[in-house]
Structure formats: structure tokens, C-alpha cells
């Protein structure tokens, strides 16, 4: 069966210190896979989407990169964090077509100080 | 893009049925709806997805019009613990036509009250 790892669950960083934040998928081959980050009381807001390796799409323009190194591997960074940085950030992978749902991690909480 | 909108809050009592409407009236032939929920602090969960017939599961119906513009999520017997954002999604298409960016609405927040 499939599996989504993210990592780390929590997360309290200084301003202007670097992050990177790992999800890994298991059990498929070639998944979507996406970035998403969720601010106090919002909504979920898609940051990063990539098709394959090394194939990244980016949203909106902002403080952070994505990076897919392997199949299986999406990896959230930046290199010196902002106040606004914060708040719960969610992979998620889907399979290739269209008629597929979306599994989700179950997040990182980051909280910039 | 095909949006959605849908109302950004309902109650309802434990119990009874949980009618949650969404909005899509720019969706394409070839667009999916899919419904998720979100309780708090946790990933969303995929909840059903339909294209033009009504679906159901063990979670959920799915309720869309002939015209396909909007659709109905049914909770048949709501529960505390479906106390949630839900929700409503229309896929859309990447270059290529076979692989798809997932965007979310604010959701409805939907309490389940005792």
C-alpha cells in the first residue's frame, strides 16, 4: 500500500535561518506531488507542484524553493526564513491521470521566531 | 481554472443529514468534482469524487446536476466527529493533458452540534 512520510511534525526556527522540510512517498511510482502551506484560520494554499524529477512548478512567488532529487522525494527549503513563513505545511502526491484523489501527510507545524 | 465556491459556514445536529452545496459553473466536460475534509491540525482526507452521476460511499453521497454547475456532499447521519472544513475541488489540467495541479477554496466549515 502507499505511504506518505513528512517530516518534521513541529518545527520553531529562528528569523533568517534556513528549513528544509522532506516528504517521501512509498508504495508508487511517478506521483504528482505538491506543497502546500496553511496560515492561522486560512485555507490551503498550493505552493510548489511537481510531475517528475527535477520538474517543479511554483505558484506563487515567495521566500521558499521546492526540490525533487528522486521520484519519491519532495523537499521544501529556504534559506533564511521570514515571520510569515509560518504556519502548517502539508505535502500531498496523487497518481498521474486525472480521475485519482489526493493522499495528504499529516503536516509540519513551523512557527518562525 | 474551474472554480468553486461554497458557503464558509453550516451547522448541523448531531444525527440528521448534512446537505453541504458547492458552486462550479465554469467546470469542463472533462473535470472531476472531489470533495475532502479537514479536522483541524490534520491533513485533509478525501472524502468521494464524482463527473456527472451521483455517487456513494461509505463516508458520503455526491449529489451533482444534470448541468453539472453544482453539487450536493450528503453526510447521511452526521457525528461529532465529522465537524470539519470540507472542501469542494474541480480538477484541472498541466500541460499535457495527463497530469493535474491541485488548488483548494477556503472550504465550509461544517459543526456538528450535540
Known amino acids: 500500500s502507499q505511504t506518505i512520510h513528512q517530516w518534521p511534525a513541529t518545527l520553531v526556527q529562528p528569523v533568517g535561518s534556513p528549513l528544509s522540510l522532506e516528504c517521501t512517498v512509498e508504495g508508487t511510482s511517478n506521483p504528482n506531488l505538491y506543497w502546500y502551506r496553511q496560515a492561522a484560520g486560512r485555507g490551503l494554499q498550493l505552493l510548489f507542484y511537481?510531475?517528475?524529477?527535477?520538474?517543479i512548478s511554483s505558484e506563487v512567488p515567495q521566500n521558499l524553493s521546492a526540490s525533487r532529487p528522486q521520484d519519491r522525494q519532495f523537499i521544501l527549503s529556504s534559506k533564511k526564513l521570514l515571520l510569515s513563513d509560518s504556519g502548517f505545511y502539508l505535502c500531498?502526491?496523487?497518481?498521474?491521470?486525472?480521475?485519482?484523489?489526493?493522499?495528504f501527510g499529516q503536516g509540519t507545524r513551523l512557527t518562525v521566531v | 481554472d474551474a472554480k468553486t465556491t461554497q458557503p464558509t459556514s453550516m451547522d448541523c445536529a448531531e444525527g440528521r443529514a448534512a446537505n453541504l452545496p458547492c458552486n462550479h459553473s465554469?467546470?469542463?466536460?472533462?473535470?472531476?468534482v472531489y470533495w475532502y475534509r479537514q479536522i483541524h491540525s490534520q491533513g485533509p482526507q478525501y472524502i468521494i469524487h464524482g463527473l456527472k452521476n451521483n455517487e456513494t460511499n461509505e463516508m458520503a453521497s455526491l449529489i451533482i446536476t444534470e448541468d453539472r454547475k453544482s453539487s450536493t456532499l450528503i453526510l447521511p447521519h452526521a457525528t461529532l466527529r465529522d465537524t470539519a472544513v470540507y472542501y469542494c475541488?474541480?480538477?484541472?489540467?498541466?500541460?499535457?493533458?495527463?497530469?493535474?495541479?491541485?488548488?483548494f477554496g477556503k472550504g465550509t466549515l461544517l459543526t456538528v452540534n450535540p
Open positions: 465554469t467546470i469542463s466536460g472533462n473535470e472531476y
Open positions: 511537481s510531475v517528475g524529477i527535477g520538474q
Open positions: 500531498a502526491w496523487t497518481s498521474s491521470g486525472m480521475n485519482t484523489e489526493a493522499f
Open positions: 475541488i474541480v480538477r484541472v489540467a498541466y500541460s499535457g493533458g495527463s497530469n493535474y495541479k491541485l488548488t
